[in-house]
C-alpha cells in the first residue's frame, strides 16, 4: 500500500488546514485509516481515526476543533484541522492499518505560529 499524503504548511493561530491521504496499491484488508502526530520531543501520538465499519476515534486536544473524514470507495482520509493552536505544531502521519500493522505515510508539516 501506497500513502500519498497532501495539505499541510505554514498557519497562524486561530486558522484552518486540511490534510489529505490516499492509499493506493493493495488495499484490501484495510481496517482504519487515520492521522497520527508528533511534535518534537514527544512520542507519536494517534489524532484521529475511522475504521472500515465507520467507528471514529479523536484525540481529546482535537476534539471540537478538528474532523475526520473518510471515503472507503476511494480509499482517501481527510483531516479538517481548524482553530489551530501552536501546541498543534507537529509532523502529521497518514497512518494505515492493514490487517491491524500499521502503514504510515511520509508525513507533513503543520506550523501553527504567528
Known amino acids: 500500500v501506497q500513502l500519498v499524503e497532501s495539505g499541510g504548511g505554514l498557519v497562524q493561530p486561530g486558522g484552518s488546514l486540511r490534510l489529505s491521504c490516499a492509499a493506493s496499491?493493495?488495499?484490501?484488508?484495510?481496517?482504519?485509516m487515520g492521522w497520527y502526530r508528533q511534535a518534537p520531543g514527544k512520542q507519536r501520538e494517534l489524532v484521529a481515526q475511522?475504521?472500515?465499519?465507520?467507528?471514529?476515534s479523536i484525540a481529546d486536544s482535537v476534539k471540537g476543533r478538528f474532523t475526520i473524514s473518510r471515503d472507503n470507495t476511494k480509499n482517501t482520509v481527510d483531516l479538517q484541522m481548524n482553530n489551530l493552536k501552536p501546541e498543534d505544531t507537529a509532523v502529521y502521519y497518514c497512518?494505515?492499518?492493514?490487517?491491524?500493522?500499521?502503514?504510515w505515510g511520509q508525513g507533513t508539516q503543520v506550523t501553527v505560529s504567528s
Open positions: 496499491g493493495t488495499v484490501r484488508s484495510i481496517n482504519a
Open positions: 497512518n494505515v492499518k492493514k490487517n491491524w500493522n500499521d502503514l
Open positions: 475511522v475504521t472500515t465499519s465507520g467507528r471514529t
